[in-house]
């Protein structure tokens, strides 16, 4: 083989040696920057929060998160399983006048039961499931992480999500929660809830703001009980 064939050879290993890198930086950037802005909305400005600021260091965290979690398919809910699920969320905010406490460890739950049976990680694995809820319903995830802080006595604390830094206390948590936190909590929990069910005559409403939505007594077609609003349930 020639000198000019074997510089050829070198010349066109490199351009494409060349072209691969610049192709594998683009598909990364599709993850990074504007693009997980778009993809995650408030959850990205959360990301960045927890991590203190430190943007790349948040990116990472979202990388892991669409690069585990991004393939996973959701499997819709057949009529009957939607039935018994607003039933059931239907009965808990009923029960939460009396037992408010009951009533949002039985949101906690619920939502962890859906988001299973919608093909998410199981609720036994809540960070796991939580990160997941996190790529495919950033706008609404919120809602099951409060819950959940709130489930378990506390009003932000404890992890919730893949690395620790998810579950930092924010300003004002880290306290025990008292009625409105858990009334807050349940109505935040809904739109995640709705979310899940994708069921349409839930669009129109669902991206109300939570203290409208408590204020006109209800959401997405459901009216909240007497006694759900402001203040008006039972303490202990």
Same mark, same amino acid.
């Given at each position: ?27 990364r ?8 802005? =778009? ?10 929060? +927890? ?25 819709? &809910?057949?009529?009957?399983?939607? *039935?018994?699920?607003?039933? =059931? ?15 949002v460890?039985?949101?906690? =739950?619920? &939502?962890? *039961? ?8 199981d ?38 999500? &893949? ?16 009625t409105?936190?858990? +009334? ?6 809904r ?5 899940? &069910? ?9 991206? =109300? ?7 006109? %007594? ?8 007497? %006694? ?9």
């Amino acid at each position: 083989m020639s000198t000019g064939v074997i510089i050829a050879l070198i010349v066109v290993v490199a351009a494409i040696v060349a072209i691969a890198a610049v192709l594998a930086v683009r598909a990364r950037g599709s993850h990074g920057g504007h693009g997980l802005k =778009r993809r995650f909305g408030p959850e990205y400005d959360r990301a960045v929060a +927890r991590h203190d600021g430190d943007v790349k260091a948040a990116e990472r965290e979202l990388d892991t998160l669409v690069e585990r979690h991004g393939g996973l398919r959701e499997r819709p &809910l057949e009529p009957a399983e939607r *039935e018994r699920f607003e039933a =059931r969320w239907t009965a808990a905010q009923e029960r939460f006048v009396d037992s408010p406490q009951e009533a949002v460890a039985e949101a906690d =739950r619920l &939502l962890a *039961e859906v988001a299973g049976a919608r093909g998410f990680p199981d609720g036994g694995q809540y960070e796991d499931q939580l990160g997941a809820l996190a790529v495919h319903h950033p706008h609404h995830v919120h809602g099951y992480r409060r819950v959940h802080r709130v489930a378990r006595g506390t009003h932000g604390t404890g992890t919730a999500g &893949l690395p620790a830094t998810q579950g930092t206390p924010g300003p004002g948590e880290g306290r025990a929660a008292n009625t409105e936190d858990m +009334r807050a909590a349940m109505v935040e929990a809904r739109a995640l809830f709705d979310d899940l &069910l994708g069921s349409a005559r839930h669009e129109a409403g669902r991206d =109300r703001a939570p203290e409208r939505v408590s204020q006109d %007594g209800s959401r997405s077609g459901h009216h909240l009980p007497r %006694g759900f609003h402001r203040h008006q349930a039972k303490e202990g």
